[in-house]
């Protein structure tokens, strides 16, 4: 396998990762809160339990951001795991509207949502309202989340994979997990599902390449330096260098090799959503439900 070379994360103490702060606990969202203003107010209370603790194989603690129902009810786990930030910090709507010019904040304006969500995944107080517990999780190397980020591998899916068992086993969850999002949220799901963890009950990408160096960062042997996400990813250790590994690495080997899906290794039920006129995701989300295994 070929060298990976790693960058620092940009500090969380940097203003540009908006980083809300490491608050570990638990907390009571009444009925008809209000995260922000003019967010979608609450249509029930909500248990929010902050940077819980999820441990990993090799000892490393990742944090989690988990919203569930307040009471002794027990419950299917949707988990959303990226580099986005688990309290919509690093990354969310109005930041992105503001940098591509958008006046709807990317078709979804404020009062859709909550705003409890992660950027591009699932809506904590719709799920929540609907009995499921939603887990918004910092991967590896994000936020206070310990170790290196990596893109898309068999660490990413060891990661996911370790967290959906942990999810599983704990009083509040009826044992079924399953996961949802977008973009990275979608690709990831790819990668976790074909480890087969043997909780997890079904995954619902929407738009996620399966395919790093042909479908977005060396599409026909043209790095895409921009795309790279130096910025995305603050925390306190280091992040996969993308920039130096597709200077490194131009043409299709092993390492590319190990950042493909193996969507055969799918078994799973999979409701997968994909377009015709998405630049990045569109050709790995139809050749992921014409591969998968299940």
């Known amino acids: 396998m070929e060298k990976i070379f790693y960058v620092k994360t940009t ?15 638990k907390t009571v969202l009444p009925k008809g809160y209000v995260h922000v203003e003019g967010a979608k107010p609450l249509d029930c209370e909500i248990l929010l339990e902050r940077d819980v603790e999820i441990p990993m194989r090799d000892g490393v603690i990742l944090r989690a951001d988990i919203y569930r129902p307040n009471d002794d009810e027990k419950v299917p786990a949707i988990l959303c795991s990226s580099i986005f930030g688990k309290n919509g ?3 969310n709507y109005d930041l992105i509207a503001r940098r591509c010019g958008s006046q709807n904040r990317l078709g979804i304006p404020l009062g859709t949502t909550s705003e409890l969500n992660m950027f591009e995944a699932a809506d904590p107080a719709f799920w929540v309202a609907n009995h499921y517990a939603l887990v918004n999780l910092d991967i590896r190397g994000v936020g206070m989340s ?18 959906i068992e942990w999810l599983a086993v ?5 044992g079924k997990v399953t996961m949802q999002g977008n973009s990275w949220l979608g690709i990831t799901q790819w990668y976790t599902a074909a480890a087969r963890p043997p909780h997890l009950a079904c995954i619902a990408p929407w738009e996620g390449h399966g395919n790093m160096y042909r479908d977005e960062y060396m599409r026909g042997g043209i790095p895409k330096f921009e795309g790279s996400r130096d910025y995305f990813c603050p925390g306190h250790t280091y992040q996969e260098d993308l920039k130096e590994m597709m200077r490194q690495n131009p043409c299709m080997n092993a390492y590319w090799e190990s950042h493909n899906a193996p969507f055969e290794q799918i078994k799973c039920p999979v409701y997968a959503v994909g377009s015709y006129t998405n630049w990045c995701h569109s050709n790995g ?3 992921a439900f014409a591969r998968c295994g299940s």
């Open 170 to 174: 704990q009083d509040w969850c009826n």
């Open 89 to 91: 910090s690093y990354i």
């Open 146 to 163: 310990q170790g290196r980020a990596h893109y898309f591998d068999t660490q990413d899916a060891q990661d996911n994979y370790d967290t």
């Open 11 to 25: 500090p969380l103490e940097d203003p540009r990762s908006f980083y809300q702060g490491f608050q570990p606990g």
């Open 285 to 287: 989300t139809f050749e």
